[in-house]
């Protein structure tokens, strides 16, 4: 299947969504990021226009950061973003389709996916997380925020309703193929993290994890 182009949305990205949520998709993003505090060797994939590298490079010194997004217009924002700060060598800036892309076994003690997961049907998202979770180390921690569904009500409605209206923006401007929603969040479980903290936004619309590897040694969780 053709990974999508997000590259026509790369340089209004940030004030679409300013437009669509207010601050709520920056608050979703980052309430948990100072969690990565410490950590050595990070996997961001999906980072879209360097926004999440950039708030996260003060917060991780001399850690290496590899860095994964298939759409060469989002890769060039992301490189002008950090061209001026400091620790921008810690950055391996890689233009790459997730899917094929190999990563290195048992290398990150951090993975981050914002707003990325949802960019899959659920058997290559299933494939993806498990690769993911094939190239961390054990006690690594998982960022993860992304949109939900609520389980009833007017929110669940909202919800529906927004979604249908983002895939079908997002399959027009980008060649996305999914329509609805990956089981993101059972998948990160099921390969062995549990999640350790959580917050929603939009009345559940949005929601921001911090998950950690289970059976790690207390010393190594989180
Ligand atoms: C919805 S955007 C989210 C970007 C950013 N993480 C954020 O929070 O705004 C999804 C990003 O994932 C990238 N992406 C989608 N499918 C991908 C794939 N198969 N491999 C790598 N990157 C992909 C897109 O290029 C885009 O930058």
């Given at each position: 299947?053709?990974a999508?182009?997000?590259?026509?949305?790369a340089r209004?990205?940030q004030?679409?969504?300013?437009l669509?949520?207010?601050g709520?998709?920056e608050?979703?993003?980052f309430?948990?990021?100072?969690?990565?505090?410490?950590?050595?060797?990070?996997l961001?994939l999906?980072?879209?226009?360097?926004?999440?590298?950039?708030?996260?490079?003060p917060?991780?010194?001399?850690?290496?950061?590899?860095?994964?997004d298939?759409?060469?217009g989002m890769?060039?924002?992301?490189?002008?973003?950090?061209?001026?700060?400091?620790g921008?060598?810690?950055?391996n800036?890689?233009?790459?389709?997730a899917?094929?892309?190999?990563?290195?076994?048992?290398?990150?003690?951090?993975?981050?996916?914002?707003?990325?997961?949802?960019c899959?049907?659920?058997?290559p998202?299933?494939?993806?997380?498990?690769r993911i979770k094939?190239a961390?180390?054990p006690?690594?921690c998982?960022?993860f925020?992304?949109?939900?569904?609520?389980?009833?009500?007017?929110?669940?409605?909202?919800?529906?309703?927004?979604?249908?209206?983002?895939?079908?923006?997002?399959?027009?401007q980008?060649?996305?193929?999914?329509?609805?929603?990956?089981?993101s969040?059972?998948?990160i479980?099921?390969?062995g993290?549990?999640?350790?903290?959580?917050?929603?936004?939009?009345?559940?619309?949005?929601?921001?994890?911090?998950?950690a590897?289970r059976?790690?040694?207390p010393s190594?969780?989180?």
């Amino acid at each position: 299947m053709p990974a999508p182009d997000f590259s026509p949305l790369a340089r209004g990205y940030q004030a679409l969504e300013w437009l669509a949520f207010g601050g709520d998709l920056e608050r979703a993003r980052f309430c948990l990021l100072e969690r990565l505090a410490g950590r050595r060797s990070i996997l961001i994939l999906g980072e879209g226009d360097g926004r999440c590298v950039a708030r996260l490079l003060p917060l991780v010194p001399g850690a290496r950061i590899d860095c994964v997004d298939v759409s060469p217009g989002m890769v060039a924002r992301t490189s002008s973003r950090l061209a001026p700060l400091p620790g921008r060598e810690a950055v391996n800036l890689i233009c790459a389709d997730a899917l094929t892309r190999e990563f290195p076994p048992a290398t990150y003690d951090a993975v981050v996916t914002l707003f990325f997961l949802d960019c899959f049907e659920p058997a290559p998202a299933a494939a993806l997380v498990g690769r993911i979770k094939a190239a961390t180390v054990p006690g690594a921690c998982w960022l993860f925020a992304d949109f939900r569904v609520p389980e009833r009500g007017l929110p669940r409605l909202r919800a529906r309703l927004w979604l249908a209206g983002l895939y079908a923006f997002f399959r027009w401007q980008t060649g996305l193929r999914p329509r609805a929603l990956p089981p993101s969040e059972a998948l990160i479980e099921q390969a062995g993290f549990r999640r350790e903290e959580s917050r929603t936004f939009q009345w559940g619309l949005l929601v921001s994890s911090l998950y950690a590897a289970r059976g790690a040694p207390p010393s190594l969780q989180l």
